[in-house]
């Protein structure tokens, strides 16, 4: 975010006027959904991502691997394909902390290995 910022200052001071509009609507664009809330669901038909600008839905079959960290609470779900579909942005759910944050990681790591293959990182063998 700050590297935005700075690009954003330097921008409208040295580039074309009128310009910095642009950039901050591009910027919001663009960084939004890193402090936007957003509320996942796990279920028999896949992943879904919900927040104010809409619902996202990832189907089991469109999904290949998972990966879980729980010392930093996030867990990373990487889309099936081929070619361009290699360069798609992973899936990543974030938790807050707090007591039940462990237990939390672990139960979602239940819930994604009935569909998925994965697992916990620093369980198998990173």
């Excluded at 619902?55 to 290949?64: E, F, V, Y």
């Amino acid at each position: 975010m700050f590297a935005w910022a700075a690009g954003t200052a330097a921008w409208s001071a040295f580039g074309p006027r009128g310009s910095l509009p642009l950039l901050v609507i591009a910027g919001v664009y663009l960084l939004g959904p890193l402090w936007t809330a957003a509320r996942y669901t796990v279920d028999d038909d896949g992943v879904e991502r919900r927040t104010p600008f809409g619902t996202k839905r990832w189907p089991w079959p469109g999904l290949a691997s998972f990966r879980i960290d729980p010392r930093v609470r996030s867990a990373w779900i990487t889309p099936r394909g081929r070619g361009a579909a290699r360069f798609v942005p992973a899936v990543l759910l974030l938790w807050e902390p707090g007591d039940e944050a462990g237990a939390f990681a672990a139960e979602l790591e239940v819930r994604l290995s009935v569909y998925l293959p994965g697992g916990t990182r620093g369980k198998d063998h990173d």
